[in-house]
């Protein structure tokens, strides 16, 4: 079969199984100075073309990720606020944190758990704890030899440790052999400029940790310091404690002793601790605004469109509930209170929705109606506005059936299903017809090859007649 005759067949077999016309690619080729056909672009180009319905699809994918991060956003932020609310009603939150001031920060200060009663304490500290340590002489160096001998240790338990040496024993071996014996204590070598020696000192302060060291003839051990208990008194009721940090003599103060003043007074304040208490109604304002912003940008137009999320309703509920938060009012079961809503707090509300704190408002509040301040957020039972707003928020960030969670699901869901379609559409048509394609254009582009002989012949056969004519 010639090659015009070849072109003809394919042109015919090919004319109804694609929507590519292969026909002006032909008659393009045929017309050009060096027929051919670039069959990689020519594939390319018609495979592009076939795959205009997937442009739809993407666009519609880029949408869902956009208005999935948009959302997720939105949820991240207003998780942050949930956090703060919590917080604000948590009975160990900022607004339960104590601070303790001290008139004589060298001798005594304290710290206060979470929730301890506000008050005055007035601490004596008559001596402090002190911990037993025995010493042996001056030796040469830590490596040097010990006499032949032993002696025994009695720790503040009872427990006996005998130490032997024939001779050839050090300090450091020594130590090591007492470290080793579990009996509570710590054995070093100290060095200094007049030579070394051995030192023993108990784990813990107090007098039950008081220890011994007898038949010491030849090491030369003394004991430079015994164990004793601190002497305090608190409120005036004496206390003993082991320790130089007392827990446990006021319920949620710890005492830490730092020096002796015998006979002196030392007055320790537990209040409210109001700049934690500032910083955290601060940090509230500050996500709220967060979440404002994000809710916000949605319904703001840039250029001729609104956010990808304005047609949610997820967001716009979201929004409405946020906002009416601020109208919360707290009415005590009985009295009356100097706190009742959020404006008292020295909180404001701008035109946008967003807060506005007057730190010399919030802090003199503080100071001043602490207890109206925390009944506020937390009611009369953690039932106050942190818990409102919490229960709000928890509606659409539950990671189990939160708004948000349900809204992303969907998201989610829809992109998968468009994921499949595109996939589909490929193996399913695009990638059959691009195999079709290549092999079409380039039987084609054979056939073009071979055409100018053919041609050369079909002039040449024709002289010949016209001659013979």
Do not use: C
Not at 18 to 45: F, H, Q, R, Y
Not at 85 to 92: F, Y
Not at 288 to 303: C, I, M
């Amino acid at each position: 079969m010639s090659s015009v005759s070849a072109l003809n067949s394919l042109l015919s077999s090919t004319s109804g199984s694609s929507s590519i016309d292969l026909s002006s690619i032909l008659e393009a080729a045929l017309g050009a100075s060096s027929p051919g056909i670039d069959v990689t672009a020519a594939v390319n180009s018609a495979v592009t073309a076939a795959e205009q319905p997937e442009q739809a699809w993407q666009n519609q994918e880029s949408i869902l990720q956009s208005q999935s991060s948009a959302l997720n956003q939105i949820q991240t932020d207003a998780t942050n606020l949930d956090n703060d609310v919590q917080s604000l009603n948590g009975l160990t939150g900022p607004l339960s944190a104590r601070s303790v001031t001290s008139s004589n920060s060298n001798v005594v200060t304290a710290s206060a758990a979470s929730g301890s009663t506000p008050g005055n304490h007035v601490v004596v500290v008559n001596n402090l704890a002190t911990t037993a340590s025995w010493t042996s002489g001056v030796f040469a160096n830590g490596s040097t030899a010990l006499p032949a001998g032993s002696f025994t240790i009695t720790a503040g338990g009872g427990a006996t440790a005998t130490i032997t040496t024939d001779g050839t024993q050090s300090l450091s071996d020594v130590a090591n052999q007492i470290n080793g014996d579990n009996l509570g204590l710590t054995a070093s070598v100290v060095t200094d400029a007049t030579g070394s020696r051995l030192a023993i000192v108990a784990g813990t302060s107090g007098s039950a940790a008081n220890f011994t060291v007898s038949g010491s003839a030849g090491y030369g051990f003394t004991q430079p310091a015994t164990g004793a208990n601190a002497s305090l008194t608190v409120d005036g009721i004496n206390i003993s404690s082991a320790s130089n940090t007392v827990s446990g003599a006021v319920p949620g103060l710890t005492f830490n002793l730092l020096s002796a003043d015998p006979g002196v007074d030392v007055s320790l304040g537990v209040a409210p601790d109001t700049t934690q208490a500032a910083s955290a109604i601060n940090q509230f304002v500050t996500d709220y605004n967060k979440v404002v912003a994000d809710l916000n940008s949605q319904f703001t137009f840039s250029g001729s469109s609104e956010g990808v999320l304005a047609t949610d309703s997820t967001v716009r509920n979201l929004q409405s509930e946020v906002l009416g938060a601020l109208s919360y009012t707290y009415s005590p079961t009985s009295g009356t209170t100097t706190v009742p809503n959020l404006s008292s707090l020295g909180i404001s509300v701008n035109n946008d929705g967003t807060l506005t704190v007057d730190s010399s408002t919030l802090q003199s509040t503080l100071q001043n109606n602490f207890s109206d301040v925390q009944s506020f957020f937390q009611g009369t039972a953690l039932n106050g506005f942190a818990n409102s707003l919490d229960q709000q928020l928890t509606s659409f960030i539950s990671p189990s059936n939160g708004a948000f969670t349900v809204d992303l699901q969907s998201l989610n869901s829809q992109y998968t299903e468009l994921q499949t379609d595109i996939t589909n559409f490929q193996t399913n048509y695009i990638t059959p017809l691009q195999a079709q394609l290549q092999s079409e254009y380039s039987q084609a582009e054979i056939l073009l090859q071979e055409l100018p002989n053919e041609m050369k012949q079909i002039s040449t056969e024709l002289g010949q007649n016209n001659s013979n004519g």
